[in-house]
């Protein structure tokens, strides 16, 4: 079984600034290996969760047109982490964001973290 551990949420005002992080462990397949993909979703209430950004293992990312600019993705330091450094928070922001990572067998999620900005 294969977890992502996301950290990092909280409450921060309008123009603030938070970083996510996402690790990951377990039975990745193959045994030993590197995630090809992780990234980050993210669920508003009432809505339906949305992509925010993705990172390939060749280090091509696909941003969300709504965070351009202000959300940068990165492999973290340690094998198997990504993290979101989210600048210029808007309110529309809010949301719960996932951590997201696919290895040959299937995709994985994590349980997610609440991002709150005030206005």
């Known amino acids: 079984q294969v977890q992502l551990v996301e950290s990092g949420g909280g409450l921060v005002q309008r123009g603030g600034s938070l970083r996510l992080s996402c690790a990951g462990s377990?039975?990745?397949?193959?045994?030993?290996?590197?995630?090809?993909?992780m990234g980050w979703y993210r669920q508003a209430p009432g809505k339906q969760r949305e992509l925010v950004a993705t990172?390939?293992?060749?280090?091509?990312?696909n941003i969300a047109a709504s965070v351009k600019g202000r959300f940068t993705i990165s492999r973290g330091n340690a094998k198997n982490t990504v993290t979101l450094q989210m600048n210029s928070l808007k309110p529309e922001d809010t949301a719960v964001y996932y951590c997201h990572a696919v290895d040959l067998r299937t995709d994985h999620w994590g349980q997610g973290t609440q991002v709150t900005v005030s206005s």
């Open positions: 377990g039975s990745i397949f193959p045994p030993g290996s590197t995630f090809p993909l």
């Open positions: 990172l390939r293992y060749d280090g091509t990312t």
